[in-house]
């Protein structure tokens, strides 16, 4: 898979994270190589979406200083909060698809709708009575308490233009965008993880971690820059690294799938196979629809334990799946070998 076929999570975690490399348990202990066959964070954007939206009183005032949570509407399992800006804006990033409740709080009154996210963005309006409308902060001034609110209208304007034209392949524009925003805000991790992505996508993965470990020091609640990060560091062959990333982003954003491929990969790489395995199931059971690639890694895994009849029906799956895809010569030859490992076993 050519790691330019590009479409954004950032909109947001087929979160895989950028530039994940092929699989290759036959030659050398390291399972992955770094050229063809690759897949990427930004193909990944396609299962994420953001969600953009205000909250007005009666009479259709912006109202600022409001709490607006996200919950996941079948568990209610909180995803994320935010506060309204001076204009009644808010924005969630990096939300895996599916169906969550958006309700804002003022003062003893609430505001909800339930939104299905599966388009890369939503937008909501929440309406709010016009007496609870929140006061400023005493000094006529409405405060806005998340990081992401700190960032200049301009930048978060220009970002959002980036992403845009990441989703139509338009990557020069994206880049000129995003340096735009840069140039308003240097310390803006969005934006800083969204140039890293493209540097991963460049198979610049020097030049990703530094901007991402930047981001994290500007954010350091920011789950996708340790996602992000620990792709960095797998492509680096940094397996520990990547593990110690990737253990911060989980407890961020402990339902997003692409934190346990990456897991998968980074374990798989220090050939800790059962521990792979484990990561990869979780990431196959949280992944909005099934990726190929999870397959192909547990298969490779599964080869390591001697479990050649797991692996052949592993690979046999990813066949079926992707049968003409980028991987699909390795996978063919990875299952001949397990047929043949399989036959040579003692019985």
Not at 57 to 80: A, E, H, I, Q, Y
Not at 263 to 283: C, H, N, P, V
Request: glycine share 6%; hydrophobic share 40%.
């Amino acid at each position: 898979m050519v790691c330019r076929a590009v479409a954004l999570i950032i909109l947001v975690f087929n979160l895989a994270p950028l530039c994940v490399a092929q699989v290759n348990p036959i030659r050398q202990p390291n399972p992955y190589q770094s050229a063809p066959g690759q897949t990427n964070w930004n193909s990944s954007m396609r299962s994420f979406s953001s969600i953009s939206g205000s909250v007005v009183s009666s009479d259709n005032r912006p109202v600022g200083n409001v709490r607006v949570d996200l919950r996941d509407s079948k568990t209610g399992t909180p995803m994320g909060s935010a506060y309204t800006g001076p204009g009644g804006q808010f924005e969630f990033h990096q939300i895996p698809q599916g169906t969550y409740e958006v309700v804002a709080y003022s003062g003893t009154q609430q505001a909800e709708e339930r939104v299905e996210l599966n388009s890369p963005m939503t937008s909501v309006s929440l309406r709010l009575p016009a007496s609870n409308a929140a006061a400023d902060d005493g000094n006529g001034r409405q405060t806005v308490s998340v990081t992401q609110y700190k960032v200049p209208e301009a930048a978060r304007e220009e970002l959002k233009k980036a992403r845009e034209a990441t989703l139509k392949s338009k990557f020069d524009q994206a880049q000129l965008h995003i340096e735009k925003a840069l140039g308003v805000d240097p310390d803006y991790a969005d934006a800083l993880t969204l140039r890293a992505i493209l540097k991963l996508d460049a198979k610049d993965s020097d030049g990703a971690v530094t901007d991402l470990q930047k981001a994290i020091q500007s954010d350091g609640n920011y789950a996708m820059a340790y996602m992000v990060l620990g792709s960095a560091y797998n492509n680096q062959l940094k397996y520990e690294d990547a593990i110690r990333a990737l253990q911060r982003g989980e407890s961020l954003a402990p339902d997003a799938w692409q934190v346990y491929f990456e897991m998968g990969r980074a374990y798989a790489g220090k050939a800790d196979y059962e521990s792979a395995i484990r990561a990869l199931d979780r990431a196959q059971t949280l992944a909005p629809q099934e990726y190929p690639l999870i397959r192909l890694i547990r298969a490779h895994s599964l080869m390591g334990l001697t479990r050649y009849g797991d692996a052949v029906a592993e690979l046999q799956a990813y066949l079926q799946k992707a049968p003409t895809g980028p991987d699909a010569e390795q996978a063919q030859r990875m299952l001949e070998k397990a047929k043949a490992s399989m036959a040579a076993a003692p019985k």
